[in-house]
């Protein structure tokens, strides 16, 4: 089903958004089509926040974006049809650093970027204080984590790492996330146990 729905916006910046409504008409559930559509339900999304007092919290969210121009054309885009939106993103690749630390509000790089880039960072922190600089850990690097397999005193490490970097905080990018049967199974390969999720469900599958 996820691969039937990809590319339903060829003109967005974001190919593969995939939305989904409920049509009143005849009461099935569909997929937004339009560039437009997409454009009135990022407005109709902001101006809920806004009225419900809730914009501040809210942040458009980037997992790892790989490419430094699609990136630019999708805040150009949400800046021109949503400007009360925030963004915040997960950094891997060092460039990008640079290249929007006055675009992102919460910026969090990897453990790997924010050393390679500790300098440009701490200054972007000094410019911007009241901006949040987080960093994080990349499952694949293993090191330091929460895994099964990691030693007991990288959990101690992340902590005194957080002090010593001086950031803001720890991005985690998960809190439930289960495998399919996660009471018989919660291994996710290749980062093993540990890793995508801090709380395990009840016997029922819910976390209440």
Known sequence: QKNAVR?????YPEKNIVLRYLD???GKMKYIREREDVIAYVKA???YFIKTGQIERVRIGADEPGDVERYRASLQLINEI???FKCSAAIYHAEFVEQFKDNIETMSPSIGTACREYR???EHKAEFPHKKLLWYVCGHNGFPNN???NPLAD????GLLNYILGFDGILRWNFCLYTEDPRKDIRFSPIGAGDINFVYPRKNGSLL
């Open 120 to 122: 440009q960072l701490t």
């Open 7 to 11: 590319n339903l916006c060829e003109d």
């Open 24 to 26: 009143e008409s005849d």
């Open 147 to 149: 895994c099964i397999i």
């Open 45 to 47: 999304l902001e101006q």
């Open 155 to 158: 959990n101690r490490a992340i």
């Open 82 to 84: 949503a400007p009360s």
